[in-house]
Structures are given as C-alpha cells and as structure tokens.
T-cell receptor, first 112, second 114 residues
Framework: GQQLNQSPQSMFIQEGEDVSMNCTSS?????WLWYKQEPGEGPVLLIA?????ELTSNGRLTAQFGITRKDSFLNISASIPSDVGIYFC????????????FGSGTQLTVLP | GAGVSQSPSNKVTEKGKDVELRCDPI?????LYWYRQSLGQGLEFLIY????????KSGLPSDRFSAERTGGSVSTLTIQRTQQEDSAVYLC????????????FGPGTRLLVL
C-alpha cells in the first residue's frame, strides 16, 4: 500500500528549543494533516493543509504543504514539556480514496 | 459537543474467541473509519463507511474481520477467531463527509489476544 516516510523517528530536545519533522511520499496527496497522540488517547488533529504551498500556523506550530504535493513539514517553536507525544503526518490521496495514509510517527521527548 | 466514543476501552481475550468493538461517531458525521495501530506503528486503514453507500473494505486484513454500521451511526467491528497478531489498538474516526474533511478520532480500544 501507500507509504509515508516520516522522520525523525524520535527526538530528544531541551525545553525551549525548536523542533522540525517531515514526511515525504512518492504519491501526490490532496490533503496533509498533522496529528498528535498521547498515551492512551486517539490522535488529535493539530493542523490541516489543503493546498499545495500552503503554510499554516496554530500557536507555536507551523506546517507546510509541499509545492510538489508529496511532502509536508511540521515545526514546533519554543518547545514545552506538554509537547511530549507522538506526532503523525497523514495524507489523503487524490482520487477516490477517502482513508488517510499515516506516517510511522515521531516520538518527541522534551527535557526540562 | 461529544466526540467520538469507543467501547470497551480495553479488551483481553483468548485466542480463537470472537470480539466486538463499538464506535459511536460524532452526531451528524456521515463518514466513519476504522484503523488499527500496532505497537510503535502508525495507523493502518481497515474499513470506511459513507452514508448509505457500500463500505470500502479494502483495508481489512482477512475475512475474520468485518464491520457494520447500523442506521448510519453506530458501528461495530467484529474479529472472529482472534489471533495473537490481532493485538493492537483499534481506532475509530468520523468526519462530516468524506473528501477533504477532517477526521476526528476516538480514544481507541486496546485489544490483547492471549
């Protein structure tokens, strides 16, 4: 099936640092989404991107929909302890497919 | 308003038994999805319902897996003759419609097959 390559797999950063993670694919996506998942919970939507080149912010989070429609990145500025969790990118393919294709996740640890 | 709810939150079963997992989508959402998340992995699509249309079952891993959606609302995912490799978190999501609409996830059901 379709795959999204998400990197890095894990990150250990100091509180206050900025974080960047990205996803790439060989397929073209209509929509890119970024979710955060905390232990014992389902993924929670952070940012949704619907147009190639779109740059969207949500507080300290910024995400971009790559111009080729095959990649996206998420930046977190001035990280805080509650940013800890697993961040997933997800894409919705062009065409009739409705389900999301997920990356394998980036485990973020913020050290005080 | 209420989000997507799933029950049970945890299920432990013996190999070979059948299990039923329930999902209550957000009221008014016509699209409903089931995903499976194995330990340390991303989410794997299982099945998708949209209104009264025939479901997209393309992600179901075997014929032991089936799902129903009654009255366009509540959905039940059934796994027959469970195997140890079925152990995972089963997540349900719903959206207002399908294409381009944000999917909202429930907390998941953690299934452990002994």
């Amino acid at each position: 099936g379709q795959q999204l390559n998400q990197s890095p797999q894990s990150m250990f950063i100091q509180e206050g640092e900025d974080v960047s993670m990205n996803c790439t694919s060989s397929s073209i996506f209509n929509t890119w989404l970024w979710y955060k998942q905390e232990p014992g919970e389902g993924p929670v939507l952070l940012i949704a991107l619907y147009k190639a080149g779109e740059l969207t912010s949500n507080g300290r989070l910024t995400a971009q929909f790559g111009i080729t429609r095959k990649d996206s990145f998420l930046n977190i500025s001035a990280s805080i302890p509650s940013d800890v969790g697993i961040y997933f990118c997800a894409g919705q393919l062009r065409g009739s497919a409705r389900q999301l294709t997920f990356g394998s996740g980036t485990q973020l640890t913020v050290l005080p | 308003g209420a989000g997507v709810s799933q029950s049970p939150s945890n299920k432990v079963t013996e190999k070979g038994k059948d299990v039923e997992l329930r999902c209550d989508p957000i009221s008014g959402h016509t699209a409903l999805y089931w995903y499976r998340q194995s330990l340390g992995q991303g989410l794997e699509f299982l099945i998708y319902f949209q209104g009264n249309s025939a479901p997209d079952k393309s992600g179901l891993p075997s014929d032991r897996f089936s799902a129903e959606r009654t009255g366009g609302s509540v959905s039940t995912l059934t796994i027959q003759r469970t195997q140890q490799e079925d152990s995972a978190v089963y997540l349900c999501a719903s959206s207002f419609k399908s294409s381009g609409e944000t999917q909202y996830f429930g907390p998941g059901t953690r299934l452990l097959v002994l």
